[in-house]
């Protein structure tokens, strides 16, 4: 059963995801000392970002014990503006006072296949050993979804898709026009949480296939999420959800 909630518009799409990113960091915390979220990139999670850097929400956490890793990142240096890094920087981590050894960005500047297996190094370091041995438990994984159903940087048609081992991998997306690093669906799927937030009217068609059609992975990849044990939460603005 999906746990879909809609909201008027994007800013209250932001202030509920807020709570949510604060509801499940103030849990982790409490019940074992820390709280690690991939964060999702592109540009819908911006103004939950920026919500989340301002006044009282950023002063509410204890960010010694939050660790921030992202789901995916475009092959190019911190400081470019395609970079997921940059626009979390920008939008919250210049803001909190997270100290930087718990910022573990992918290293978008490095050669691709060689920054996936520095971050599964550092996921494996984080993780194992972890409750689930051998298992990378985020706390909560946000994602975005792309106009053609991909999520992180899973394309349509991507191998990825089927991959059964791996938690990261690079690969050259011609849909991105460019390398990317991305974690795995065993990697997302691992989560407590997975949550999606998907905002605009340009969603509406692609969300109601991946939501009401049939399972199809393969052409509609932000279907592979399926958390094994995990909570699987789709936040959304009227204007995307407009077809459900
Ligand atoms: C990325 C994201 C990607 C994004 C979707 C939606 O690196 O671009 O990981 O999966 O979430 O493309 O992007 P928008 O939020 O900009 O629509």
Redesign the pocket.
């Known amino acids: 059963m999906q746990d879909i909630r809609t909201y008027p518009d994007a800013h209250g799409l932001a202030h509920a995801a807020a709570e949510h990113f604060m509801a499940i960091a103030s849990e982790a915390i409490a019940a074992r000392g820390r709280f690690s979220v991939a964060l ?5 999670p911006r103004p939950l970002y920026e919500h989340l850097a301002t006044g009282k929400l950023a002063s509410q956490l204890p960010w010694s014990s939050v660790h921030v890793f992202w ?2 990142e ?1 092959c190019v240096p911190p400081n470019h503006p395609d970079s ?1 890094y940059a626009m979390a920087r920008e939008t919250l981590l210049d803001h909190v006072p997270i100290p930087p050894p718990n910022v573990h960005r992918i290293r978008g500047e490095m050669d691709p296949t060689e920054a996936a297996v520095v971050y599964e190094r550092t996921l494996r370091q984080f993780f194992v050993p972890g409750p689930e041995p051998e298992m990378v438990t985020f706390d909560l994984v946000l ?4 106009t053609d159903g ?4 899973l394309f349509p048609g991507s191998d990825l898709l089927d991959e059964q081992r791996r938690w990261v991998a690079a690969h050259h997306a011609h849909q991105a026009r460019g390398w990317r690093v991305t974690l795995t669906p065993v990697a997302i799927n691992a989560a407590r949480h997975v949550t999606f937030l998907v905002s605009g009217a340009a969603k509406a068609e692609i969300l109601r296939q991946v939501l009401a059609d049939a399972r199809q992975p393969d052409p509609l990849p932000a279907q592979i999420v399926a958390p094994r044990s995990g909570n699987l939460l789709w936040l959304l603005d009227s204007p995307a959800a407009a077809l459900l």
Not at 40 to 44: F, H, K
Not at 143 to 146: A, D, E, K, N, Y
């Open positions: 999702a990139g592109g540009s819908t789901g995916d475009r997921n994602l975005g979804m792309g991909h999520t992180a940087s």
